[in-house]
């Protein structure tokens, strides 16, 4: 636990005199009772005191001001609250590779149901903008906090040839930093750029430029590694099976996942690689995702706890002195 104004704390040491003087009072009262050696005498005038309980009063005030002091020195906890500030760019592969049935019901209709489910489960101050890829990318929804136009956007959806990985990281980008720009042009007085994150759903390996493109000018490694230069992590997702294939021309053409380029995509820009291969467990990724987007640990005021506390201990403290001997302690 840390404190806000720290400096309060030396009030403990007044506290601790009031003890120190609480125990030496009643030292001198136990002294003051053995120096009067008529002990017949003493009981017939000295009224019979309480027991133990007697100190409850004393001992309650003494412990509200303990609990009083560290209030006013501003107790503060790490708690886990909402982000009223964040860019999401989730990216989604369409090619058609997608329509492989090793994913019930196909690949692409189990990442729209997920995708739709990310979108309801992200908190209300991020920003959401959706991409989608095949043989081009195009930025469908810019980043906003409607989450009907994203999830509309993503059952339109349809499938296209080919797999521009680089190019769909770089219109991500784009997007982040054409919704970064308008922030600052509107003047809402945050410092900075809004934090912002890609989240790449891809299931194969990038055709254009090449399979083997990743390091041009417009490849998937080489926009991971502008994205990092940007401080705007992708979040790769491999989404598929080995075993998935799909029809082309009467052929049965086999589409396994490509993990390592994902991987590598993550590594490169900073984010994190996940695999899924159900929508159970893409559902499970979403929500692993939403949580570390949606909510940041702050470190946030707890004195309310401690002012309840002292109160109380006031409250019992003060009623216990006037129902044992009608008078404050």
Do not use: C
């Amino acid at each position: 636990m840390n404190f806000a104004s720290p400096w309060w704390l030396l009030g403990l040491l007044v506290v601790a005199a009031l003890v120190v003087g609480y125990l030496v009072l009643l030292r001198r009262r136990r002294r003051d009772v053995v120096r009067f050696t008529n002990l017949e005498l003493l009981e017939t005038v000295a009224p019979k005191r309480p027991g133990w309980y007697r100190h409850v009063p004393a001992v309650a005030l003494i412990a509200a001001l303990a609990v009083l002091t560290v209030a006013l020195a501003g107790p503060q906890a790490e708690a886990r609250v909402p982000r009223n500030r964040a860019t999401v760019v989730l990216v989604v592969d369409v090619s058609l590779s997608m329509q492989a049935t090793d994913v019930e019901p196909t690949r692409l209709a189990a990442a729209q149901a997920a995708a739709k489910s990310f979108a309801d489960q992200l908190t209300p101050g991020v920003n959401l903008g959706l991409v989608s890829f095949a043989g081009t990318a195009a930025v469908l929804v810019s980043p906003t906090t409607d989450r009907n136009a994203v999830k509309r956007a993503v059952d339109g959806l349809k499938l296209s040839e080919s797999t521009a990985t680089g190019e769909a990281i770089f219109a991500a980008m784009q997007s982040v930093e054409s919704f970064s720009q308008s922030v600052a042009a509107a003047g809402t007085g945050e410092e900075g750029p809004p934090p912002a994150r890609i989240v790449l759903m891809s299931d194969g390996k990038q055709t254009v430029p090449g399979p083997d493109g990743e390091n041009e000018p417009r490849g998937a490694f080489t926009a991971a590694r502008q994205a990092a230069e940007g401080k705007v992590p992708v979040s790769t997702i491999s989404f598929g099976t080995e075993y998935g294939t799909i029809d082309i021309e009467g052929g049965r053409t086999r589409v396994a996942v490509d993990d390592a380029s994902m991987q590598q995509i993550a590594d490169l820009s900073g984010g994190q690689f996940f695999t899924a291969a159900t929508e159970d467990e893409l559902r499970r990724v979403y929500a692993d995702l939403s949580e570390q987007i949606g909510y940041e640990i702050r470190r946030v005021d707890s004195s309310r706890p401690w002012l309840a506390g002292g109160a109380l201990l006031l409250v019992v403290g003060v009623g216990v002195g006037l129902v044992l001997g009608r008078r404050l302690p």
